[in-house]
């Protein structure tokens, strides 16, 4: 509900499922902005698949534990997704 009153059109939580499902309700592109607030690499990594091609920007809020990393796959930021903390 808080995201909601921020503004947020859909929220999801992450799952085994999430980016296909964002990815078919946005038409195969993505979302125009991800957030993530878990601090879950995992999630965090979603959240950036789940960002449109071009121009999404996924924003992470969540702190991951020390010494944890965030792997993504160089083509999503090539293809001009972004990331911002």
């Known amino acids: 509900e808080l995201a909601r009153g921020q503004g947020a059109t859909d929220v999801r939580v992450g799952g085994p499922d999430t980016v296909d499902w964002i990815l078919e309700q946005t038409g195969g592109f993505g979302a125009d902005y991800t957030f993530e607030a878990t601090g879950n690499v995992k999630v965090m990594r979603q959240a950036v698949e789940s960002a449109r091609m071009g121009w999404g920007l ?20 090539i293809t001009g997704r972004r990331v911002a903390g």
């Open 58 to 77: 996924c924003t992470v809020t969540g702190v991951a534990g020390k010494g944890e990393t965030l792997d993504v796959v160089p083509r999503y930021l």
